[in-house]
Every structure is written in C-alpha cells, then in structure tokens.
C-alpha cells in the first residue's frame, strides 16, 4: 500500500509573487499555520536543506524533521522529500505552478507510505494531509494575494528609499504606536472601519487612520476600498497571540528603557560607554531595581522572548539527558520551564537577582514545574552559583557585558563544575558576515547604548570560552538566537 494526495489552489497574484513567498522556506512559520519554525540547515545549488518543527499538535506532540527541497524556476516546479522520515517509509513531494487567467494555479502533489509501527496507516494519513493541506493552502492564498495588494516600499536606493531607512525612526515609532495599543489584535477577525477601530483601541479616530494610512505604505496593514483596515502577513507579527509575534519586543522597542539610551546615542558613539548610565545615572539593573513598572516590563518581555524559538533551542539542548539544571540569570524560569517539561523528573534551580525572582513563582506555577525549582536570590559577580548541576544555562545574559564581565560569569560557572559530562548552554546570537541582514548587528547597539555589552563573532565566543576554560562544542548557526553548548575542560 502507499498513500497519494493531490490539491491545487488558485492564488490572484503574479507568478513571481506566488513562487519567491510560496519558495521562500525560512519564512514558512509566518506563511504556514503548522510551523512553529524553519531552520535553513544547508544550501547546495539550488536544494535547500532545512528542518521543520511544528506547533504542538492536540495531544501536545511538537514534530521535528528534515527535508530538502529543489525548486526550478525555469519548469515553476520543485520536487522535494523527506530526509528524516520519522512515521513515514518515505515522503516525496512535487510542487507545479502555472498561470491561468484566474492567477496562479499551486497544486502540491504527496508520495509517501507509513512504516508498519507509524501511529496511522497510509489512509489515515491521507485523510490528514488533505485536510491539513487544505487549510494551509487557504491560509497562503490569503496571505500572498494581501502581499500582491501592498506596496513594498520605495525602490529608488537613493532617494526615497534611503529617506524611509534613516527616517525610520518615524515608521519605528508608527509602528509602536500601534502596537501599544493592540490595533493588530482588534483586527484579528477581519477587517474594520477606523470609527470602530479607534473606539476598541482607546484612540482618536483620525489619529489613528494618519498613523495606519502611513503604516500601510510600507505593507504593515492594508486600507481597502472602504476605508477599512485590515492586517497584512507583516503586521501579523504584532498580534499578541501568535507564536511568531513580535508586539513585546516592539513595545519594549518604544519603551523608556530603549528610547531614553537611543535619544542619547551619541554619549555612546563618542566614549564607548553605555549612554543609559548618562540618562538615567545608574545602570539599567539598577534603574529597573527602583522603578518597579519598569522592571515588571523588562522581565516580562524576556518572559514573552522565550515562547518564540523555544522549540529549535529545546530540539537542540535535549533536556531529557539531564537530571538537574541551573539557569543563571533566568529570568522568570520560563526557559528554565520549559527545559524540564522536556525532562520530567528533572529539577531546576533558577538563580537570579532578588527583585526579578520575587515575580517567578505565578510564571514556573502556571507552567507546572514550581515543586521541581528552588529559587536562588543572588549576583552572579559576589554569590557562589549552586554546584555540581547536570546542565548551566546562560540565555541572553552573556550579551549585556563587556569581555570582562562576561568573562568573569563565565569564570564563576565553570567553578560551580568538576565532571566532564556536565554541560553549559549559552544561548545567543552569533554576529554574521559583514554586508548583510543581521538582527544581532542592530542588537550590539542597543547592548552598547542600554548596558556596555557587545554582540559577538563566532571567533569572539570561543575566545571567551577558552579564556574561561569550556570547550564549544557545537558549530553554531549565525543570523538568529542559537544554542552554543560546550563542556568544561
Ligand atoms: C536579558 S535578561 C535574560 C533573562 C532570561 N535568561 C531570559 O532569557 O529570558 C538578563 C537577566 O540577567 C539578570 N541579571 C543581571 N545582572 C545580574 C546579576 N548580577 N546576578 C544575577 N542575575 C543578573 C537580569 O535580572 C535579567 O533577568
């Protein structure tokens, strides 16, 4: 026996538009309802070799695989197959495009058959891939013909264009705005007209349309023939429900935290030094020791960064090799959380600075592992770390300090190990290559104004380590957050 299933759909759109979104698999967690995220592992030619990781499905199960695709521009088509195979004997697939007067018609094409001990057989799993590719090919219909409808923001490098990049800080502060006030999520359902929006918004209504009219230029929401606005793949991301979501990270954006350092950018520029120290006269620990709204919201914005990329990093650390962990400077414990769900009769300690582990309690209970973590209330620079744990993390804190301080973290973790099967996992973001898109390049600067941290290389971090005596073990991915795992030597 095998299974086969073939669905096409028709999408009003250019061909260009349909092929580069529908081919574009990095961006395939936005495009798709499944994938929680797409890891572009390799690229030989034309085949890409990525991994997929989806949502948890109803039983809670997150499904993790491999898969190389081909595509073809020249035939509009793409053969691709399954290189983990999990559940299934085999799994390939071809992709074909072609334009009809409608649009574009995408019509997906599965080969597979599932192993005798798969948890369905070959017609169940057909059942559940026309079903699943249906809803998915709906969803990427709507979202490519709402990206065919938007402009994509002026081309002419020298003029316009440079003009929306260095006056950014007008869209930056648009799309805050917006954000703040949970516009992305009133348009959830659909589309509305300003009026109702601004009454749901707590907003004055022509306010808000000269703020949306100006955020739908640049394809963040989309004005209809009505008036209304409506959300586009871009502004997606500022709903505060989706797994995708940025809306934290854009309020934290806006927030005095970042803004108050920005507007004094240029104390930084000329000495070096965090320019926070100069607007607020302390550093932000400190400041976020006093002002406890603000401390709130800092920790909760870390708390919100966790959920993102939680499955990648877990694929990568597997927890359930470890029987205790120590998370330093966790946070609230939602990463610490997470890590021993994924290993059940693990338990955890959470080490963090006083005011910050006080909040902890209401988020490790909700997550059911509060009766699996001791809380440990002290500085990583004058308190001893608990010893002789299974496993350390170090989840975006390295990033805040300089070498020495860094260095000096790095130092006291070490002296709370003595096995060689114990592991550290720091997880940060590894600076690309020049020249390029990479968020960690804008992220040093706001490690340099806001704190006197630095984003580093991949040549930075070993350094550090061998300075601290760990061994990196990994070959770390740049241009996102990524797991660096490394042993004591
Ligand atoms: C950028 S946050 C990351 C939090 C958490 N690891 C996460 O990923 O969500 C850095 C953390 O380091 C903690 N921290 C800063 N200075 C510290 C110190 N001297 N001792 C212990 N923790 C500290 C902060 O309170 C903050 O929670």
């Known amino acids: 026996m095998a299974g086969h299933t073939d669905n096409a759909i028709v999408i009003d759109a250019p061909m260009d538009l349909v092929w580069n979104m529908t081919n574009d698999v990095g961006s395939w967690p936005r495009l798709f309802g499944e994938y929680a995220s797409a890891e572009i592992l390799e690229r030989e030619g034309p085949t890409v070799r990525f991994r997929l990781t989806t949502h948890p499905d109803e039983q809670g ?19 691709a197959r399954r290189v983990e195979t999990g559940p299934f004997e085999y799994m390939n697939l071809r992709w074909e495009y072609r334009s009809l007067d409608a649009g574009v018609e995408m019509r997906w094409m599965q080969d597979f058959a599932m192993k005798a001990d798969a948890h369905i057989d070959d017609s169940g799993m057909t059942q559940h891939l026309n079903t699943r590719t249906r ?48 516009v992305a999520d009133r348009l959830a359902a659909g589309p509305l007209p300003v009026a109702e929006l601004a009454e749901l918004t707590g907003t004055h209504a022509d306010a808000l349309r000269r703020l949306l009219r100006a955020a739908a230029s640049v394809g963040v929401f989309v004005e209809d023939d009505e008036g209304r606005f409506a959300l586009t793949p871009l502004a997606e991301g500022l709903r505060s429900d989706t797994p995708e979501s940025i809306r934290m990270l854009v309020r934290y954006n806006g927030a005095p935290t970042v803004s108050g350092p920005y507007q004094e950018i240029l104390h930084s520029l000329r000495t070096g030094e965090p320019s926070c120290q100069k607007v607020f006269g302390m550093p932000l620990w400190d400041y976020l020791d006093v002002n406890q709204d603000a401390g709130d919201f800092f920790d909760e914005t870390m708390t919100s960064m966790s959920a993102r990329l939680v499955p990648t990093h877990l694929a990568d650390i597997r927890p359930e090799r470890f029987s205790s962990f120590v998370d330093v400077g966790g946070g609230h414990g939602a990463f610490l959380a997470e890590l021993l769900r994924r290993a059940p009769g693990a338990t955890g300690v959470l080490f963090e600075r006083p005011k910050v582990i006080s909040g ?5 209970e909700a997550m059911e592992v509060l009766d699996r973590v001791t809380t440990a209330p002290g500085d990583f620079f004058a308190d001893p770390l608990p010893a002789d744990a299974d496993a350390y993390v170090l989840r975006a804190v390295l990033h805040n300090w300089s070498d020495d301080d860094a260095l000096a973290i790095l130092r006291r973790v070490r002296a709370a190990m003595s096995r060689p099967d114990q592991r550290l996992f720091v997880l940060e973001q590894v600076m690309g290559p020049p020249n390029v898109w990479d968020h960690a390049k804008f992220l040093d600067v706001d490690m340099l104004v806001i704190f006197g941290g630095v984003e580093r290389t991949l040549p930075h971090w070993r350094g550090l380590f061998d300075g601290a005596g760990f061994e990196l073990l990994t070959q770390p991915a740049t241009g996102r957050w990524t797991v660096l795992e490394c042993r004591p030597r």
């Open 135 to 182: 809803t998915e090919m709906a969803r990427i219909k709507s979202a490519v013909e709402t990206a065919a409808r938007v402009s994509s923001g002026p081309e002419d490098l020298f003029g316009r264009r440079l003009l929306l990049l260095a006056g950014g800080i007008r869209l930056a502060w648009v799309v805050y705005a917006l954000s703040e006030v949970g």
């Open 360 to 364: 902890a309690a209401p988020v490790l």
């Open 61 to 79: 199960r997150v499904w993790s695989w491999v898969s190389e695709r081909t595509p073809d521009p020249g035939t509009r088509t793409v053969t």
